[in-house]
């Protein structure tokens, strides 16, 4: 009786939606990938890496507003959940469709809990949640500043990080390299706590990642 009693208090773990889609999301992973194989090609590097079980942290470099598109298209057993700043929703027509896109608006100007909790949600339900921590396309150098919301959001998640570098904005029939990395275990910070020491902990670590992943891709070269 006891351990009847037992599993009926567990509650349910939901399962991560693979087979989600949706018309629009189709249809821009569709242009990706025309895109991406003739007028603006990609290489990405170690796309296999893409295959980690959701729920993630899918977090990259900001080069230009492409950069959503690029990423959608290598994952392909989940539909990412972006968070984008909410001067996007210029009109309601925009902002249906980045509704669609299962866009997370956040206001960057002010301490946004609500966007917040609807990306700690997201991650609950077992989703990818698809991050800039750079906050801006417009700066002097790679993760010059990371934002400490997406470090804050990894911790309390206690989700893996995949760091992915996008080597430039696109380019007219030249290759745009991307670079994926090895999904970043962060337990051991988790198990420090949550302080502000972790946090920063965290985002120097995420930085020293994409330096890495920078010096990969000049390597190649």
């Keep these: 009786m006891s351990n009847k009693a037992e599993e009926k208090k567990e509650p349910e773990k939901k399962v991560p939606a693979e087979k989600e889609r949706t018309f629009l999301y189709t249809f821009l992973r569709m242009i990706a990938c025309v895109n991406g194989h003739t007028l603006f090609p990609v290489k990405y590097h170690h796309k296999e890496r893409f295959n980690l079980q959701a729920p993630y942290i899918c977090m990259s470099n900001h080069q230009s507003a492409y950069d959503p598109v690029t990423l959608a298209y290598p994952c392909k057993k989940y539909e990412v959940r972006f968070v984008g700043k909410k001067e996007l929703n210029i ?15 956040v206001d960057r ?18 989703y990818v949640l ?9 700066h002097k150098d790679l993760m010059e500043e990371v934002e400490t919301g997406a470090a804050v959001l990894a911790l309390r998640a206690k989700v893996p990080i995949l760091p992915v570098y996008i080597e430039s ?7 745009n390299h991307v670079y994926i990395g090895e999904p970043m275990d962060i337990s051991d910070l ?11 902990a ?8 994409f330096f890495e992943l920078r010096k990969e891709c000049q390597e190649r070269k």
């Design 169 to 175: 904005k696109p380019r007219f029939l030249r290759v």
């Design 190 to 200: 988790c198990a420090q706590g949550f302080n502000t020491e972790v946090v920063e």
């Design 91 to 105: 009109n309601k027509f925009v902002a249906w469709v980045l509704a669609k896109l299962h866009m997370i608006t």
């Design 130 to 138: 698809g991050i800039f921590p750079e906050g801006t396309r417009h």
């Design 202 to 209: 965290l985002c120097s670590r995420i930085r020293d990642t």
């Design 109 to 126: 100007h002010n301490s946004d809990m609500a966007a917040m909790r609807l990306c700690a949600k997201t991650l609950r339900d077992g």
